[in-house]
């Protein structure tokens, strides 16, 4: 039988501990407000912007909202995103490829800090 057992390299263990966050950048939080078509695959097109980037979202909330049958009855795909630090000027690019995302209809930004 085979041995199984997970090794961590020294250049693996070097390169993870050289993309750890300072306290300074874990302290800001970028958040993205998205609403976009409840349509098939509008959240994989979402998340691949922070996957291309190998970011992973800390906190990813999403609801599908419908209107009342007087106003149309459609679904709207509300998506809410937080990620610990991502630097600012990323996360302005993000946010600007995120708007031109077919199907999303606005995506607000803010900032939140730690204390």
Same mark, same amino acid.
């Given at each position: 039988? /085979?041995?199984?057992?997970?090794?961590?390299?020294d250049?693996?263990?070097?390169?993870?501990?050289?993309? =750890?966050?300072s /306290?300074?950048?874990?302290?800001? +939080?970028h958040?993205f407000?998205?609403r976009?078509?409840?349509? /098939?695959?509008m959240?994989s097109r979402?998340?691949?912007l922070? %996957?291309?980037?190998?970011l992973?979202? +800390?906190?990813?909330?999403?609801?599908?909202? #419908? &209107?009342? %049958?007087?106003?149309?009855?459609?679904? +709207? *795909?509300q998506?809410?995103?937080q990620?610990?630090?991502?630097?600012a000027e990323?996360? =302005?690019? #993000? &946010?600007?490829?995120?708007?031109q995302?077919?199907?999303v209809?606005s995506v *607000?930004?803010?900032?939140?800090?730690?204390?």
């Open positions: 039988m /085979p041995n199984t057992d997970l090794r961590v390299s250049a693996t263990r070097s390169s993870q501990q050289s993309r =750890a966050l /306290p300074l950048d874990a302290a800001e +939080t958040c407000a998205i976009a078509d409840a349509s /098939p695959g959240m979402v998340l691949e922070f %996957a291309k980037r190998n992973v979202p +800390t906190r990813w909330h999403s609801d599908v909202i #419908v &209107a009342p %049958a007087r106003d149309g009855g459609l679904a +709207t *795909l998506i809410d995103i990620m610990e630090g991502m630097e990323l996360a =302005a690019y #993000v &946010a600007r490829c995120l708007r995302i077919y199907g209809d *607000l930004t803010s900032t939140k800090t730690a204390g």
